[in-house]
């Protein structure tokens, strides 16, 4: 359980950090990140650079509250509760109807769908597992660091697909 858990919380900080550049990378990626909150229609009009900073700072404080051992239990907590609001915001948006790009990554014409609803879920389920292992110690002997190494590696492979998730749906979706 516990290189389950490294896997995770490398998983959620890789992800976490790729998805806060893509909005804080300039004044325009953080516009059209304001645009896409606008467009959800989540929040008052007067409020939505309010969320947008609030959510670009929760995505940016991750990484490293999940990388250290002290503060992993902190960083889960706030994984859990970021990603709760923003599959809610998902659903919610996808329930009305709206047709908007998704933002989690950059300004994409991909529009939300079910599959950013499901990558939402699968990432709040991976931050419960290493919540649930937060505690665990790591165990002894000497293939702990090759263990580690393939925890850190498939969380690493995992945040690429992630990331990576609507370019790869269209890589593979079929022909039209």
């Not at 959620?12 to 304001?34: D, H, M």
């Not at 239990?73 to 047709?99: E, K, N, Y």
């Not at 908007?100 to 939402?120: E, I, M, Q, S, Y």
């Not at 991976?126 to 850190?152: E, N, S």
Request: hydrophobic residues 60%; proline residues 5%; aromatic residues 4%.
């Amino acid at each position: 359980m516990y290189y389950a858990a490294v896997a995770c919380r490398v998983l959620l900080a890789l992800v976490f950090a790729a998805s806060a550049v893509s909005k804080v990378r300039g004044r325009a990626a953080f516009t059209a990140f304001e645009d896409a909150l606008r467009g959800m229609r989540l929040v008052p009009a007067g409020r939505v650079r309010r969320t947008a900073l609030l959510v670009a700072a929760a995505e940016t404080a991750l990484p490293p509250l999940l990388a250290l051992p002290a503060t992993a239990t902190a960083g889960l907590l706030l994984a859990v509760g970021l990603l709760a609001g923003l599959t809610a915001s998902v659903a919610v948006t996808l329930r009305r109807g709206a047709v908007v790009g998704c933002p989690c990554f950059g300004a994409t014409a991909v529009p939300l769908g079910r599959r950013h609803l499901v990558r939402n879920l699968l990432l709040t389920a991976a931050a419960l597992t290493a919540l649930a292992a937060a505690h665990r110690p790591a165990p002894d002997g000497g293939a702990q660091a090759a263990a580690l190494l393939l925890a850190g590696g498939a969380g690493a492979l995992a945040a690429l697909v992630t990331a990576t998730l609507d370019d790869l749906a269209a890589l593979f979706a079929p022909s039209r």
